[in-house]
């Protein structure tokens, strides 16, 4: 594959309601896209999810468009790759630009797999034509985080995330338990706590949670091997997991029994293709993390999401969960509380390009 024109989108789409973290809240989504053309025309589409603020990891929209415009698009441009897995290699001499490398690695995989023929699940090595979606509840007063879990209960996710962070932890998970006994229930920490706050999540134990995500700093794979060592629910990282290494790290600490991946965290599909062979040579589950997306990262998670160390339903909800308009046609559906995984080539959802020139505040061709 010979790139020969790369456009670079800048959007902002406002969420149909503003969602909640320890992090802050998001109204708006600014976001980057990319469309990649080779020689024979044949088109790729990624997506950088990283946010307008540091405020997640240190990429902003920003920081990743600057890295992609002087760096990763001039390399990518000069090269011939035979192969999206060659992006690693090529884009090693830029150091971290994760989300940024992302972008481009995943356009490469969706053009990579229509010029196959082919779509992008069989490419990356899906066993499943459909998976489970799981919904996350931000942040919010404990009447509208229950009315929100009774409305995804009816539309049949199998997967419900409570965010959590101090003073808004157990007492609220509580009451959710309370109200929904058989709930397959979690609680997502966003790195909030401390070593000092062992003994507030021993208690989480008693609520018979699916897990809970990251409840130290990204870097503290120590201190969750400790906490891992006496809580029996288990511990799901995710914050952590920006590299294969920090995979591979957090399974010989010992400082989880579950991982998150997130492509565009990790530098795109080819290390999260990785993560996935190291995961199942240690029997570690899986399950794929959503960042606010649109409906083109979304897409690539959702083939993602169809290999089989996947075990655990993933941040995949359908696209009127946030967006009244996707940029992909007809958005990602959640039929009782599955998604089909699309069987025509490439990503196998359409973009909406006329939307996209639309409400683009920005756009570079290259």
């Known amino acids: 594959m010979k790139i020969e024109n790369i456009t670079l989108y800048r959007l902002s789409l406002s969420l149909k309601s503003p969602f909640s973290t320890k992090y802050g809240t998001v109204k708006d989504r600014e976001l980057l896209l990319l469309k990649v053309k080779d020689e024979t025309g044949a ?4 997506e950088c999810v990283a946010f307008d603020t540091p405020w997640y990891t240190e990429e902003t929209v920003d920081t990743c468009e600057y890295a992609l415009k002087h760096f990763l698009i001039p390399f990518l441009k000069a090269e011939k790759v035979t192969h999206p897995r060659e992006t690693t290699k090529l884009f090693s001499f830029v150091q971290g630009h994760n989300m940024a490398k992302a972008s481009l690695d995943l356009a490469l995989w969706d053009l990579y797999a229509k010029k196959l023929g082919k779509p992008l699940r069989k490419v990356l090595g899906g066993t499943t034509s459909k998976i489970s979606s799981g919904v996350a509840i931000g942040i919010s007063d404990e009447e509208s985080m229950i009315q929100s879990i009774e409305e995804y209960v009816k539309a049949g996710y199998k ?3 409570v965010k959590i962070k101090p003073g ?3 007492e609220v998970l509580k009451k959710i338990r309370q109200q929904f006994p058989n709930l397959p229930l979690m609680a997502d920490a966003n790195a909030s706590y401390t070593f000092t706050d062992m003994s507030l999540l021993e208690q989480l134990d008693s609520l018979n949670l699916m897990m ?3 409840p130290f700093g990204k870097d503290e794979f120590f201190q969750h091997s400790e906490l891992q060592r006496v ?3 288990p511990i799901c990282l995710d914050e952590s997991i920006t590299s294969v290494e920090k995979a591979y790290q957090a399974i010989q600490f010992k400082s989880c029994q579950i991982l998150v991946v997130k492509p565009g965290r990790v530098g795109g599909l080819s290390p999260s293709l990785q993560i996935h ?5 240690h029997h570690v589950p899986l399950w794929v993390g959503g960042m606010i997306e649109s ?4 897409a690539h998670n959702v083939a993602l999401a169809s290999l089989p160390g996947f075990t655990i339903p993933g941040d ?3 696209s009127d969960r946030y967006w009244r308009r996707d940029v992909v046609k007809k958005g990602i559906k959640v039929y009782d509380g599955d998604i089909e995984v699309p069987s025509e080539s490439g990503l196998g959802f359409f973009i909406d390009e006329p939307f996209i020139d639309q409400i683009a505040t920005k756009k570079e061709e290259f």
């Open 277 to 281: 062979e190291l995961a199942l040579k």
């Open 295 to 298: 409906g083109v990262s979304r």
């Open 159 to 161: 997967r419900f995330k």
């Open 43 to 46: 088109i790729g589409w990624g």
């Open 168 to 170: 808004h932890d157990y």
């Open 212 to 214: 809970i995500e990251q």
């Open 231 to 233: 809580l029996k629910t």
């Open 316 to 318: 995949i909800s359908a």
